[in-house]
């Protein structure tokens, strides 16, 4: 979250905001990058959904961004809101008193217009690269009933299943700037979640065989931007320490 003052939207409803907003079209060959300045009044409780709704309506139909659910669920609305890679549905207008507020998208994916990134294409690459599916060779009868898992496992791998995709923790990792190839905190949340599963019968070294590498767990340089900004607060720091720490066993 941002480390404004919180206005509540009584105080901030009514002024007048200003959006500074990045600008290009990579596919047209006469686009240029540029900042475009569009200036709104602020309405009670509004969130950057409301207002780029807004800007869209009645200044820029042309302007591009994503959005699916404005539940902080789909993980679609990843932008960079004053340098900072947050959700813009969960953002709201009020976090920001002096009323400016600049949007860019988020770097580390390929950028379609705008605002817009395809963030599925690289999550896509992630869950082949840490073959992010159950690995079993244990046949299994379908007639009877399941093996139950205990209750405090299940809670573990529920907790890490809580992430959506939305790709903030990559736009915010220096290593995933500077290595296309990096699996970022989303791929070793991945690999702990899976680690945890005991459905998955895959050994210490075969993960080792995936993430054992500087494009994996080794690559992450502990700065901790991941876990700042990952917006489901998922712990990525420990489950990369402890998955660090497992690989580092394998011989
Ligand atoms: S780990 Fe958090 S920040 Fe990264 S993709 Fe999942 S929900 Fe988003
Ligand atoms: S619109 Fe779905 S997370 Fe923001």
Redesign the pocket.
């Known amino acids: 979250m941002p480390k404004h003052k919180i206005m509540t939207p009584d105080q901030s409803s009514g002024r007048e905001l200003t959006f500074e907003i990045l600008k290009y079209n990579p596919r047209d060959p006469h686009s240029k990058p540029h900042l475009e300045t569009y200036k709104i009044k602020e309405t009670p409780g509004m969130t950057l ?1 409301v207002a780029l709704n807004m800007i869209r309506e009645d200044l820029d139909p042309d302007l591009a961004f ?13 932008m960079m809101i004053n340098g900072r890679p947050q ?4 953002t709201r207008t009020a976090d920001y008193p002096d009323g400016k507020i600049r949007l860019m998208p988020m770097p580390a994916f390929e950028l379609i217009k705008d605002l817009s990134v395809i963030t599925g294409q690289w999550m896509d690459g992630m869950s082949k690269r840490v073959e992010s599916w159950i690995h079993s060779k244990t046949e299994h009868d379908i007639t009877r009933i399941e093996e139950p898992v205990e209750p405090d496992v299940a809670d573990a791998t529920f907790e890490l299943d809580r992430c ?1 995709e ?1 790709g903030i923790c990559v736009a915010s990792c220096a290593t995933a700037l500077m290595r296309p190839d990096f699996v970022g905190a989303v791929g070793l949340n991945r690999i702990a979640r899976f680690e945890m599963d005991p459905h998955d019968e895959r050994t210490d070294a075969d993960y080792f065989e995936l993430v054992g590498d500087d494009a994996g767990i080794f690559g992450c340089m502990t700065l901790l931007a991941c876990e700042d900004h990952c ?1 489901k607060n998922l712990p990525l720091q420990e489950k990369i320490a402890y998955m660090r720490r497992k690989m580092a066993k394998v011989k």
């Open positions: 959904f994503d959005f699916v659910c404005r539940a902080g669920i789909c993980g679609s609305c990843g959700l813009a549905c969960r959506i939305c917006p």
